[in-house]
């Protein structure tokens, strides 16, 4: 069975930087497409960067040129780097995966696999 477990998150100013990791145990990440989404407290949980399996990526308008995510296959673990965080980035941040193809898809209703979240948190 598919486990989804996120580490990473935290507390920091504004400016600042986190990065996030997804270990994925039961399966290889690389045959899976993967994603990084967020909800923010009385939001919908959006996505944030997403990596299929043959390594394409496609990120949401307001990270893109600040977040990178990538994938070290000999760890099985996904990761998003997070730079120049805004206030705005608080959220919980969970990392996804669904079998197969997927498009790069941002959308929440394309993945099967879902980690509980890790919290981070930007101040001004």
């Known amino acids: 069975q598919l486990q989804v477990v996120e580490s990473g998150g935290g507390s920091v100013q504004a400016g600042g930087s986190l990065r996030l990791f997804c270990v994925v145990s039961?399966?290889?990440?690389?045959?899976?497409?993967m994603g990084w989404f967020r909800q923010a407290p009385g939001k919908e949980r959006e996505g944030v960067a997403s990596?299929?399996?043959?390594?394409?990526?496609r990120y949401e308008d307001s990270v893109k040129g600040r977040f990178t995510i990538s994938l070290d296959n000999a760890k099985n673990t996904l990761l998003l780097q997070m730079n120049s965080l805004k206030p705005e980035d608080t959220a919980m941040y969970y990392c996804?995966?669904?079998?197969?193809?997927?498009?790069?898809?941002?959308?929440?209703?394309?993945?099967?696999?879902w980690g509980q979240g890790t919290q981070v948190t930007v101040s001004s």
């Open positions: 996804a995966a669904t079998p197969g193809a997927c498009d790069t898809s941002l959308s929440t209703v394309d993945y099967t696999e």
């Open positions: 990596m299929d399996k043959w390594g394409d990526t």
């Open positions: 039961g399966y290889k990440l690389s045959r899976y497409c």
